[in-house]
């Protein structure tokens, strides 16, 4: 059984998320969705809320599961006995941060493969950062984001627009 680790921030989570999550499980037997446990002054959502809206969204899936995790992704991805980290990219702007990284994860973890798939389409310019940045200002993101999220991000930012 090849399992894989999915690591982010997923605050929040949106589909271009799930659709990597979603390929993800094609490619292995055992995807975990890897959410990063942020302060709480530094994120939209608590670790717990990103865990729950991301377990929701990809309850449909089969071989996925969610999990808050702390410290270093590698260490995670041993205690999950996962052969490959995933990570979703959709610029050259992704890529030159991505590949710093999968340097370094690799150097402490070199059992550790990092698979990388591109973004979809449709999700190529979605990202958690934009999200936040246009529904705090009033932007409907029902169409990026799963129903749960939407929910969640239109009771935050009730009344908040600027």
Known sequence: MV????????????????DIAQR??????RVVVAVYDLPPEGCLFSTEKRVKLFAEAVKH???????AFSGLVVDFARKERAKALVRGIRAVTDFEAEFDMALMNSKMAPEIESVYLM??????????????????????V?????????????????????
């Open 3 to 18: 399992a894989a680790v999915y690591p982010g921030r997923f605050d929040p989570v949106t589909l271009g998320h799930v």
């Open 24 to 29: 993800a499980a094609t490619l292995f037997d």
């Open 61 to 67: 899936i089969e071989h996925v599961e969610v999990k």
């Open 119 to 140: 973004a979809s389409l449709e999700h190529l310019f979605v990202s958690g950062h934009r999200i936040r940045e246009v529904a705090i200002l009033g932007y409907d």
């Open 142 to 162: 029902a169409e990026l984001v799963p129903p749960l999220v939407a929910k969640a991000l239109a009771e935050k930012f009730k009344g908040k627009k600027s």
